[in-house]
C-alpha cells in the first residue's frame, strides 16, 4: 500500500520541486529548431529599451498569434523553414532560416522571406545582420569563385571546426542588406551539430559586438580622465601649499561628484562588456577549431580585435577606480587639516578660557575680600545699637576689641558656606 502511494505521488507530480520542469526544460530553452542541411539562415539583432518591451510583445504577437511572447521566445516552423524571436537582457533576435539546395550563389541570394521588410515597425534598433549558409553532409568544397562573389577570400578567416566536421568562411564584413555572412561545409555534422554549429557562430558574433559598445565610452571616458587627473593634481598641489581649506573642499567635492556620476553610468556597461566577453571567449572555446594553412582563425582574428578593446575598457575602469580612491585619500588629508586647525583653534579657546577663569578667580577672592568687611561693618553697627543703651562708658572699647573676632567670625561664615556650595556642586 505505501509503494502504491509513492507511485501515485511521484505520477501525479505530488513529489516533484516547483521548479523540476522549469528547470529541465531551460537546458534545451535555446536551441536552434534546426534539424538538418543544407539550410540557409539569417538573423537580426534589434538593441530594445526596456520601455519598449510592451510594444514588441505586440508586435510579436501579430505574426504568432497563438504563441505567448511574455515566455521571452516564440517559434514558427515547419517543413520548409520558419522563424523565431528570442528576447535577451538588452537585445532581441529575429531568426529566419530555408531548408533546400543552396546553389552556385551558396544561399547568399536574396531571398523576398529572408529580407527584413516584415521586420518594419519592430521596436528597437537594428544591431547587427548575419547570413550563414550550410551545406548538404559531405558536399564538395565550393569553388573560389562561387565563393568569391560572396567573401573577400584574401582577407577572409577560414578554419575547421567541431574536431574537422566543418570548414567555415567568413571576412566579417557588410554586405548587400546590412548583413555579414558566414558559409559553412558540412563534412561530416551528425545530430544536432547543425544547430549547435550555427547557434555557436551566432553567439560569437552577437557577443562579439556587444561586447565593443563599451568600447567608444571607454575612450571617451579616458579624454575625461586627463582633465580630471589634472584637476586632482591641482586641487593636492593648492592644499600642500596652503590654500584656504573651505575652496580646496569645494573643488574636491565638485570633481568627487563628477566621478561619482561617471562610474553610476558606467557601472552596468562595465559588468554587460566583461560578461560580454567572456561568453565570446566561451563559444570560440566551444568551436574546437583546427588551423587552415593561409587563414586566421575565427579565435585568432576576434582576439587581435577584441582584446585591444577590452584592455581599454579595463584601462579605463581602473583608472576612474584610482582616481575615486586618490580623491579619497586627498579628502582625508583635508579632513586633517581641518582637523588640526580645529584642534589649534580650540586651544586657543581653552587658554583664553583659562585665563579668563584666572581672572574671575582674582576678582573673586577681591569680592569675597570686600564681603567680609562689609558683612562686619553691618553686624558692629548692630552690636552698636544692641550695647550702646546698656554699656554707656565702655561701649566704644568693647565695640574696638569686637572687630577682629567679628571679623573672624564672619570670614570663618563665608569660607564655610562657599565649600558647601562646592561639595554640593560635585
Known sequence: MIRQRRDEDEMDGGRDHPLRVTLSELMHLRALPLDRAPVRLRQWVYLVEPDARMAEAGFVSL?????????????????????????????????????????RDLGFQPQPEASAFWLDGAPGQVFRGVEISVSAPGAEPPSETDLGGHIDLARCVSCEVFDGAA?????????????????????SLANDEVSRLVQTLLEIGNYRKLALIGFPPARELLAWLDGAEARLAAITNGLAAGEDSQSVLDYLLALSAEVELRAAKSRFRRGATESYHRLTLDRMEALRERRVPGHSTMSEFIARRLLPAMRTREAADRRLDDLSLRIARSGDLLRTKLGLAQDRQNQETLRGMDASLQLQTKLQGLVEGLSIFAVGYYVLGLLGYLLKPWLHGVAELLMSGLVPLVLIAVAASLHRRKKRLIDGAH
Open 63 to 103: 505574426f504568432a498569434p497563438g504563441q505567448d511572447p511574455a515566455l521571452g521566445r516564440v517559434v514558427v516552423a515547419n517543413e520548409d523553414g520558419g522563424w523565431l524571436w528570442e528576447r535577451h537582457q538588452e537585445f532581441s533576435t529575429w531568426t529566419w532560416f530555408a531548408y533546400g539546395p543552396l546553389g
Open 167 to 187: 570548414r567555415i568562411w567568413t571576412d566579417f564584413r557588410l554586405r548587400e542588406g546590412g548583413t555579414g555572412r558566414i558559409h559553412v561545409r558540412n563534412v
